[in-house]
């Protein structure tokens, strides 16, 4: 164990390990939100800014009181992560005012080079979870860096998107976010395409809801509102508070629990897809079963030619970018 970590009490050898990359607000948050869950007993956080991480890692410790059982540490020693069952990587450039997603997915790249085969050196056996952005495509890169297969090797993708809608959704129709099954799926960004047709509120198909809690009905230029309102949720939080973190720490710390737990849920994570409807070599979000192993089967909704025109469209969007880096 590197010298000068922090640790809480309870330590187990043959615990359940959760590293996570970079010490940062979403790398914190997603710490913060797993300890509160009880997602494993045992969370690393690696920085190279070592004092930061030892920081943040001290703040959540001191509260496992609060918790289930747990240990927290952090440093600037990538061997913290060594043998840790699942390593969710955060650290990435930040944007800039003015910089193009091109830009921003160059400079996240170029810290993949260096991060991931380090981390995979210290964690071969690993689920490995791209939570850096352009997601999309940063995973696609990191996962042809690892050489890991790709279902053990994923993106965060959709899923905070498709709370977003689900949220969004919720409030129209009066009923708790619980009992609506919406996914946006594609990019995690503009191009992303929410999934109206096979969407559901309890067991009523959404395209069939009667009016929406305010009396209106839920036609195409509500549900077009609504997907702008998730497309513009993040840039909203940002413009008021600098950056997103809350929300994608609890998303992240799902993602997580049903990996840990074996869970076997479906989620509209960012993975490689091959020949899914078509769509073939790139990285982006579908409805997949994700459990132990990483990501299983990929699902295939019910979709209009329009969602349809929309996922591929998304699908070149995000490849055009990985070739730019020669990926």
């Not at 164990?1 to 990359?21: C, L, Q, R, W, Y």
Request: aromatic residues 6%; charged residues 20%; hydrophobic residues 45%.
């Amino acid at each position: 164990m590197a010298a000068g970590n922090t640790t809480t009490a309870f330590p187990s050898p043959d615990a359940s390990k959760i590293a996570v990359i970079g010490a940062g607000a979403v790398g914190s948050a997603i710490t913060y939100a797993s300890v509160i869950q009880g997602v494993a007993r045992h969370y690393v956080m690696y920085d190279i800014a070592g004092e930061k991480a030892r920081a943040e890692a001290l703040d959540i410790a001191q509260g496992v009181q609060f918790a289930p059982v747990a240990t927290v540490e952090g440093s600037s020693d990538v061997e913290i992560v060594r043998d840790a069952d699942v390593v969710v990587i955060t650290s990435g450039a930040k944007q800039k005012p003015g910089q193009s997603r091109l830009e921003l997915a160059g400079a996240t790249i170029d810290i993949m080079k260096s991060v991931v085969p380090q981390v995979v050196e210290q964690a071969p056996n690993a689920i490995f979870l791209m939570v850096a952005n352009p997601v999309d495509v940063v995973t696609y890169a990191g996962w042809k860096l690892s050489g890991l297969p790709a279902e053990r090797f994923f993106g965060s993708g959709t899923v905070l998107d498709s709370s977003r809608l689900r949220y969004l959704i919720a409030r129209a129709c009066g009923v708790a976010p619980q009992n609506v099954h919406a996914y946006i799926a594609g990019e995690h960004g503009d191009s992303e395409i929410p999934l109206w047709s096979s969407a559901t509120v309890g067991a009523v198909p959404l395209l069939q809801w009667g009016t929406t809690a305010d009396g209106q009905t839920l036609d195409e230029s509500v549900r077009d509102r609504i997907h702008q309102d998730v497309v513009r949720s993040a840039y909203e939080i940002i413009e008021g508070k600098g950056a997103t973190n809350y929300a994608i720490g609890l998303s992240v710390a799902s993602i997580l629990a049903t990996i840990m737990r074996d869970e076997h849920r479906v989620l509209p994570v960012s993975s490689y897809l091959e020949d899914w409807l078509g769509i073939s070599d790139v990285c982006m979000s579908v409805p997949c079963i994700v459990g132990r192993s990483g990501v299983g089967q990929r699902l295939i909704p019910v979709v209009t030619p329009r969602e349809y025109e929309g996922l591929r469209k998304s699908a070149r969007s995000i490849r055009e970018v990985a070739a730019k880096f020669g990926f």
